[in-house]
């Protein structure tokens, strides 16, 4: 039995639940209902996470302000999986809830929907015989009569009815004004790229796609908790069966909720889906507008759709009894969030299936090694493709020594003698290839000659990425344009200087490159060619990459440049050349995952080519093409990396052999950060199951004008590393907002 209180999520960083009572004068509200109530001076808005009883408070109580929901705003189902976010990865209720609403959705103003404006015939203006009107006046009733359920005023006005028109004949009584809702659709301008090819329906299945669905159906309509983990090489038709299971499965009366890893993904994959499903597929990812991604929210929450498709932060989605959740591109790094709540899409998209009761497939050519290990123990059920559709064979890979290159071209070369031939052929040939480099600018640093300083930003311990700006914008020449240092952490950019600010002398060289060098090197070798880059700096622009996209399948771009945004599961029909440029510039960092990522991507890139009717070619350059990552990558052989990874895993204690959780702290002053870090690690030594290593530097010491230190806790239960954390975390409540914790972090920077 309650006694009329309530636990209250803010938006507010790292504060826990709240209690309030309820009014005598308002209605008991349920969970998932928003209240607007008092936090000090302000008034904020939260969600109720539940009933409180009396004996759980002994201190004054505040009163909630305003019950804004008569039922539950968010369902139970997506409140109970908010809160175990909350606990699993120590993040405040309020900024977990805050990530499962639509746009504003705290916001004290309910009603955000758009209308528009509806205009119909009354009985008076159904009369033939009216008195004297004007021309215009005499057009619209006209029009009218012909849609009995109106016309919205925009239509009108289309054909020639202004709004003054309306209004007169309002005033007479001859017409009525409604306001309707409307939905505003992304799928006009997200999903146009790929929506003929998509239109072609389902084909055959293969002998080992039937198989994957024999052992997946049944597991589906059993509605009972279980994960699958489908490795499928690229091109093996892992998509045709997630639609043959989503039809299955809402043929049952359940939903289905698809991730992928990035919203370059979406179009492609919300297009296949909604020509198979029609208009009961919904899209949730931030490249919709606001207004958009908040019309998407209130379908699914009515129950208007029962497929629902998006990045990481759709694993919140309003969907009433999911049946089916699947994580396309499973290994990716893009579904762990580097901000609170720092979660991962996938684990979060596991926990929601043990919630709902449901099937979980996740998907992969490239599995991490978490999951592959979860498979072999038996944790997970594995299904395996091994074929591409049709035969069609993988990519011939040919790795390309650079260090050769090097030697007879010089230090500045980009492109490989290999690499400039082999795209010559397919321009020659009518075909389109892809080049990678997993890096964006012109040149990776400015360098003096003289005294060795670089171009560093003064509030990032990096240096500067040297772009040139008119090829940002126009991308059409060499000539020109202004050279500008920028970092890609804070933002920061500068014009290059004539002369060193250290020396000032004026032999400055800039050193290294990434994809805006890589375009211009392409353009010079192939005027002729068609050329697109895609990257951060091309792609800013709401619709741009759709743009792209699109002149890729209409086969208007001959050579497609890009970073890891292009290596992830397009399915690009006329692509047989992959050409990859520096493909160990992964290896160099400070991070046990270095090796992975660089397989993975490889990986993945290489099976854009040939997914057509013609065999593909991939080209790796790579300055140590002996290492294992390379190598394997290049006879696309999984089973062999993850038994040479796992086996440094374990010896070096790294996981899935152990868990590990990442505590960063920040400091106006290295001195300050360190104190507070030392703090902390001391407060947690001595606890079982974990140890606690650090603190020490991080890697990027500095960070947007703070000083960073870094500590880590490794050990083999994760309960206890967030207990004896939680209650480190609780001595230094002032300092909160400059500790962020990082459960199962995906990187060590």
């Avoid at 000032?504 to 060098?517: C, D, N, Q, S, V």
Wanted: proline share 5%; aromatic share 6%.
């Amino acid at each position: 039995m309650t006694d009329r209180l309530v636990s209250v999520a803010v938006p507010v960083p790292a504060l826990g639940l709240l209690t309030y009572r309820v009014p005598p004068d308002h209605a008991m509200p349920v969970p998932g209902a928003r209240v607007v109530v008092p936090l000090g001076p302000r008034k904020l808005t939260g969600v109720i996470v539940g009933h409180v009883s009396a004996a759980d408070t002994s201190f004054r109580l505040k009163d909630i302000i305003q019950v804004l929901d008569a039922g539950a705003f968010v369902p139970a189902d997506v409140v109970k999986l908010t809160q175990w976010v909350s606990d699993y990865y120590l993040a405040g209720p309020g900024a977990t809830l805050a990530a499962a609403l639509p746009p504003h959705g705290l916001a004290n103003q309910v009603d955000r929907f758009k209308t528009v404006r509806v205009v119909t015939l009354t009985e008076a203006g159904m009369v033939r015989t009216l008195p004297a009107l004007g021309a215009k006046q005499r057009q619209a009733l006209q029009l009218l009569q012909q849609a009995p359920d109106g016309l919205t005023a925009p239509a009108l006005a289309e054909r020639g009815t202004a709004a003054a028109t309306i209004k007169s004949l309002a005033g007479l009584g001859y017409v009525s004004i409604r306001n309707d809702r409307v939905d505003r659709d992304p799928f006009e301008h997200a999903v146009t790229a790929h929506t003929a090819a998509a239109g072609a329906g389902s084909r055959a299945l293969t002998s080992e796609q039937e198989a994957a669905m024999a052992h997946l159906a049944p597991l589906a309509a059993a509605r009972a908790f279980h994960v699958a983990l489908v490795h499928g090489v690229t091109g093996s038709g892992k998509t045709e069966v997630y639609l043959r299971l989503a039809d299955a499965v809402r043929q049952s009366g359940r939903g289905v909720l698809m991730l992928v890893p990035e919203i370059a993904l979406t179009p492609q994959v919300a297009a296949l889906f909604r020509a198979r499903f029609g208009a009961a597929v919904a899209i949730q990812h931030s490249g919709l507008s606001d207004g958009e991604r908040h019309d998407q929210w209130h379908r699914i929450r009515r129950g208007d759709v029962d497929v629902v498709i998006g990045t990481r932060s759709a694993v919140f989605a309003p969907l009433a009894n999911p049946g089916l959740i699947i994580v396309d591109e499973e290994h990716d790094t893009s579904y762990k969030q580097d901000e609170t709540p720092r979660y991962h899409g996938r684990d979060v998209a596991i926990m929601r299936g043990q919630f709902a009761g449901s099937l979980v497939v996740i998907g992969t050519a490239t599995p991490t090694l978490e999951s592959y290990a979860n498979a072999l123990a038996g944790r997970y059920s594995l299904v395996t493709l091994n074929r591409r559709v049709l035969d069609r064979p993988m990519a011939q890979v040919q790795v390309v020594n650079m260090r050769e290159e090097i030697a007879a071209a010089g230090a500045e070369v980009v492109l490989s003698r290999a690499l400039r031939a082999a795209m010559q052929a397919r321009l020659d040939e009518g075909q389109q290839s892809l080049i990678l480099l997993n890096r964006r600018g012109f040149a990776t640093s400015v360098l003096c000659r003289q005294c060795g300083a670089s171009l560093e930003c003064p509030n990032c311990s990096v240096t500067l990425t040297v772009h040139r700006e008119r090829l940002a914008r126009r991308s059409d020449s060499r000539e020109g344009g202004e050279w500008r240092g920028r970092c890609h952490y804070c933002n920061f950019s500068k014009p290059v200087p004539k002369a060193c600010e250290k020396c000032a002398a004026p032999y400055l060289e800039r050193i290294g490159f990434g994809t805006e060098r890589v375009e211009a090197e392409v353009r010079e070798a192939f005027p002729h060619a068609r050329v697109a880059r895609v990257d951060r700096d091309t792609v800013r622009r709401k619709g741009s990459l759709v743009e792209i996209l699109e002149q890729v399948a209409r086969r208007e771009v001959d050579v497609l440049i890009g970073t890891q945004m292009i290596a992830k599961g397009h399915d690009f029909p006329e692509c047989t050349l992959v050409g990859v440029i520096s493909a160990d510039v992964g290896l160099g960092l400070a991070d046990f995952r270095s090796a992975e990522r660089t397989f993975q991507l490889l990986t993945q890139v290489a099976g854009r080519a040939g997914r057509g009717e013609r065999p593909g070619q991939a080209i790796i350059q790579s300055l140590v093409p002996e290492h294992y990552s390379v190598r394997l990558a290049c006879d696309q052989d999984y089973r062999a990396f993850y038994a040479k990874e796992v086996e440094f895993r374990r010896a070096m204690r790294y996981p899935p052999q152990v868990a590990m959780v990442n505590v960063v702290v920040r400091g106006r002053t290295f001195e300050e950060a360190m104190n507070t870090a030392r703090g902390l690690a001391a407060a947690m030594r001595g606890g079982t199951g974990f140890v606690v290593l650090g603190p020490a530097p991080a890697p990027l010491t500095r960070l947007r004008g703070e000083h960073r230190v870094q500590l880590f806790l490794k050990g083999t239960s994760r309960k206890a590393m967030r207990e004896s954390l939680q209650l480190a975390l609780s001595r230094f409540t002032k300092m909160s907002k400059a500790i962020a914790v990082d459960v199962d972090p995906l990187t060590m920077l």
